[in-house]
């Protein structure tokens, strides 16, 4: 991910900073994919595998990246309260 667009990039409802995701809250995320246990904010069940994403500073909130594109569509945020280990604040 491009330094310079991070910089520019918020959440589209919280309107807080956004970091990459870390290696650990990747495979988390991933993990309860592949067990069908994860949903976004519209209440879809997500299947497809994460390769990249941003979180929230505060944590609170994945969006994918995919093919280097962040999706910040507010619907498909991916809210991390469902991880019951998910770091508040890494």
Aim: proline letters at 7%; charged letters at 25%; glycine letters at 10%.
């Amino acid at each position: 991910m491009d330094k310079r667009l991070l910089d520019i990039l918020c959440c589209p409802v919280s309107k807080r900073p956004l970091r990459t995701l870390k290696a650990g809250e990747l495979e988390m995320l991933n993990a309860g994919i592949e067990k069908g246990q994860v949903q976004n904010v519209a209440g879809e069940k997500v299947s497809q595998h994460v390769d990249e994403g941003l979180v929230t500073t505060d944590g609170k909130v994945v969006y994918r990246v995919d093919d280097g594109i962040p999706v910040m569509l507010p619907e498909q945020g991916i809210g991390t309260v469902q991880f019951n280990e998910w770091p508040a604040n890494p």
